[in-house]
């Protein structure tokens, strides 16, 4: 899959309204991270590894798996 361009650098990309992480270099459907970097939701992080978004109260996503959306905290 294609990194889109705010996330050209980052492995894991978070979704602030489900609190799922998708990693892009394992993810396939474009279309889910299409929808996250044109909302405005999206959030990467420092460092760039699974345990640093497990940290801060993320899930890794699999193809499938649903959670609420929820509105992001400004």
Request: hydrophobic share 35%.
């Amino acid at each position: 899959m294609e990194r889109p361009t705010r996330f050209e650098h980052a492995r894991f990309v978070g979704d602030k309204r489900t609190q799922l992480v998708y990693d892009l270099d394992e993810w396939t459907d474009e279309a889910v991270i299409a929808e996250i970097v044109d909302a405005g939701v999206g959030i990467q992080f420092g460092p760039d590894t699974l345990a640093e978004a497990r940290n801060r109260g993320y899930t890794l996503a699999t193809p499938g798996k649903r959670r609420l959306h929820r509105t992001p905290r400004a």
